[in-house]
């Protein structure tokens, strides 16, 4: 009964501005895109839920349980349950149902019509109203026709169970007199005192907003209302926030009627719109009228944030009261935690600009972190040491783990100290991580959620290393528990000598003969490294020329022990080698074919010096003529000439040697049989030099013991295993040519029988044989020849001398 007197007066006056209104009507704040089928491609609500982080609140039961929406239309939806269903099914949400948590009414009796236009606001504020808080119950409060929209609003503010209230409608404030926005006003004022909060599209046609001057809509422009701009929103493919600015057709401006509210920045003398924003520029996916159609406009912004001021109720556990001076406080304490930052998007005149502005006033939400700031929320979170470190938050210093209840969107700076404990160990600062992740010593942050923030610290030990490379020391702090490898290079090469490690030894203990060794560093500790130093030696070559090389070897360390190995090493002019400082060189001459000539490094033993000098001789190449005794050419398989550089075995006719020296033929080989040569030769400029050999030709007469030349025998002469055979000729003789002048058997085959001569040595020899009874009979033959003769020259002589008798 106590509200029956303020709405009689009330509905008198209003019923003065709607006949007032009734020829201009109101505007509605949206836009149609038909679509052709019956799928949307555009905004979804996930899109919208996920764009402005509004899914943590359901993960915690926020969804509006508990609160009312009512929403103000005029003529409504004859199909509200059908369209709504649609919706419902298509994206997955909890039924609405009418005469549940969908309530319609009429007070002022039920519509003689149904325009489309007003279909599609209707649907469209319920749609969007129930996809943001679907736990809450709306109350869908019609008008007869859009001049009873003032006595509606009346009857919703004084008889409907409503937190919150939305308006997507209004008229420019040129439409009114001062006398209708005071009336109005009354009402608003009295819905704001009682913690109905109401919100008010701002307008769809900029800040000129249909006429030739800049000028705001009412009941917009009314300080007792959150007046809802629009933006543009961009989304990822997953529906995640991408960017977003000031929609073009964003009503907003400066007030005519009202001075500005003491909660709004100090930028003007009158009241601003809007004071919020929400994506109005990117069409929604709405069901209406049996169809998908794209609509968008602030007449979506407005139940959007109606649908959020339900969350932030239940989140308070109650009526959060009236909003806009805790929006204000909010984006003044933690304007970049609760609201997307706008810079940019003009509505004709105004332009956002990253601070509070005409176009998109504080921004849009950004829900989850915005309705726990408003709810005063409190989270845990535990600062984890588990090292002991030293940090801070916010000025006080702690040395070990601790758990602080901080206000949700409380500002903290966390600051951390690194420390040296001892000379031999620190503990250094590495990062956060957890619920804040950086590695800057020091961060500060918005607390939005409980949680746990590691502050990491990691212990360090001083590990010193003596003569790590053969010169230098070296220390540094590594990490307690980690894996340290000792490692050096086996070899280090310096100007002068080379450094040969022997091993280490971890705090002078055993000797440890590695290159590379892993230890797990659990305390502070000392790596001595041993080395042996091997003095560098350089060598050149004298006499020489481009090209030239020669073998050497030498005595050195071997790595990782306390042994010296021989070594070699082929050198040329300049080459430099690492040795023991008391090793001898061992210069192994290698004979080397350049321009035609030969050059021969002398085989020596040098002492130990830091400069050793190698001499080459230059040879030239010879042609030997091998003859024989009688001047006959032979070819022995092989020989050996020697000079004062080397000995060598030529198999061939051509041999090296320098200019006016003496070389010696040795050893010479001649039909498998060694002969003992050892001939000098001097050599001269003359490219060929005469060698005469033990070879000679072997002249044998083979003859009876009586003197007799033996015709036709075989005689055969061995000298070692190598045999020369021949027959003699009618005067018995045979001849061996270019036979080696050593010791020879001879066996002559003859009359059936063999003879043998031993170690016979000269070049001429007469060898007798017996003959046998072939002797005998040789003279028998010879005597009765003889004798015959004589018989005949006897008969002869008796001859002639009876011719001269007679």
Request: with cysteine; charged share 10%.
């Amino acid at each position: 009964m106590w509200r029956i007197m303020p709405l009689l007066v009330l509905v008198i006056l209003l019923f003065s501005v709607s006949i007032t209104h009734a020829s201009k009507g109101v505007s509605l704040n949206f836009q149609e895109i038909p679509l052709q089928s019956q799928t949307c491609g555009y905004l979804s609500p996930q899109d919208i839920r996920t764009a402005y982080n509004i899914l943590p609140l359901y993960n915690n039961g926020i969804d509006g349980s508990g609160q009312s929406i009512a929403i103000v239309v005029a003529y409504g939806d004859q199909n509200i349950q059908q369209d709504v269903n649609a919706f419902d099914s298509q994206y997955g949400l909890n039924s609405l149902t009418n005469g549940s948590n969908l309530i319609v009414e009429q007070p002022f009796g039920s519509p003689s019509a149904y325009p489309q236009n007003w279909t599609y606001e209707t649907d469209l504020d319920v749609e969007v109203a129930h996809s943001i808080a679907p736990g809450a119950k709306i109350y869908l409060i019609v008008a007869p026709n859009d001049s009873w929209l003032f006595q509606t609003l009346n009857y919703t503010i004084y008889n409907v169970p409503a937190d919150t209230i939305s308006l997507s409608w209004g008229s420019s404030e040129l439409d009114y007199n001062q006398q209708s926005i005071d009336y109005v006003n009354q009402m608003l004022q009295y819905a704001q005192s009682n913690g109905i909060n109401v919100f008010a599209a701002s307008g769809d046609s900029g800040a000129y907003n249909g006429y030739n001057t800049p000028n705001v809509n009412f009941p917009a422009s009314s300080p007792n209302v959150i007046a809802v701009g629009g933006t543009t929103l961009s989304v990822y493919s997953n529906g995640s926030y991408a960017s977003e600015t000031g929609w073009n057709g964003s009503g907003g401006g400066q007030s005519q009627f009202f001075a500005r509210p003491s909660f709004q920045p100090d930028i003007s003398s009158y009241r601003m719109v809007p004071d919020v924003s929400f994506n109005a520029g990117t069409p929604l996916c709405i069901y209406s009228d049996s169809n998908w159609v794209g609509l968008y406009g602030t007449s979506a912004a407005a139940p959007s944030w109606a649908a959020i001021d339900s969350l932030i109720n239940q989140n308070a556990n109650g009526d959060e009261g009236y909003l806009d001076q805790h929006l204000y406080d909010v984006y003044g304490s933690a304007a970049s935690l609760a609201f997307h930052n706008i810079t940019s998007g003009c509505n004709g005149v105004y332009c956002a600009d990253g601070k509070y502005n005409e176009v998109t006033g504080l921004g849009s939400p950004n829900v989850y972190p915005l309705v726990e700031l408003l709810s005063n929320t409190t989270d845990e979170i535990y600062f984890n040491d588990p090292v002991n470190g030293i940090f801070s938050i916010n000025g006080k210093n702690y040395t070990n783990s601790v758990t602080l209840k901080l206000t949700f969107g409380e500002r903290v700076t966390l600051t951390a100290y690194s420390q040296n404990i001892s000379l031999s160990s620190k503990k250094s600062f590495d990062d956060y991580s957890g619920i804040v992740s950086d590695s800057n010593r020091t961060v500060s942050f918005f607390v939005n959620q409980s949680g746990t923030i590691n502050v990491n610290f990691s212990l360090y030990y001083l590990v010193n290393e003596y003569s790590y490379n053969g010169i230098n020391n070296a220390s540094r702090y590594v990490e307690n528990g980690s894996t340290f490898i000792i490692s050096a290079a086996k070899l280090e090469n310096y100007s002068d000598y080379q450094d040969v490690l022997v091993g280490f030894e971890i705090d002078n203990g055993t000797l440890i003969q590695k290159s590379n060794y892993s230890l797990e560093v659990l305390s502070p500790f000392n790596v001595s490294f041993s080395w042996n130093e091997d003095p560098k030696v350089t060598f050149n070559f004298v006499n020489g020329t481009t090209g030239l090389y020669t073998n050497i070897s030498y005595y050195a360390n071997i790595p990782l022990s306390k042994k010296t190995i021989e070594k070699h090493s082929l050198i040329k002019d300049g080459s430099y080698v690492y040795s023991l400082d008391n090793s001898n060189f061992y210069v192994n001459s290698v004979p080397q074919i350049i321009n035609g000539n030969r050059y021969v490094s002398l085989n020596l033993t040098k002492g130990f010096e830091s400069n050793i000098n190698i001499n080459f001789i230059k040879e030239y190449n010879y042609t030997l003529n091998f003859l024989s005794k009688q001047n006959n050419k032979i070819n022995p398989s092989y020989f050996y000439v020697s000079s004062a550089n080397l000995t060598e075995k030529y198999q061939s006719y051509y041999v090296w040697a320098p200019r006016n020296t003496q070389i010696t033929i040795q050893n010479a080989s001649y039909d498998g049989i060694n002969l003992d040569v050892n001939m000098s030769l001097q050599t001269d400029s003359l490219n060929y030099l005469n060698v005469t050999l033990p070879v000679s030709n072997i002249n044998l007469k083979v003859v009876t013991i009586l003197g007799i030349p033996v015709v036709g025998a075989s005689v055969t002469i061995k000298i070692n295993n190598l045999s020369f055979v021949n027959s003699t000729n009618v005067f018995g003789g045979v001849t061996f040519s270019n036979i080696p002048q050593k010791l020879y058997n001879a066996t002559i085959t003859a009359y059936n029988s063999k003879f043998s001569f031993h170690n016979l040595n000269t070049v001429s020899s007469t060898l007798s044989i017996t003959a046998g009874l072939y002797e005998l009979y040789i003279i028998i033959g010879v005597i009765i020849i003889l004798l015959a003769i004589l018989l005949i020259i006897e008969r002869i002589r008796r001859r002639e001398h009876g011719r001269k008798h007679k």
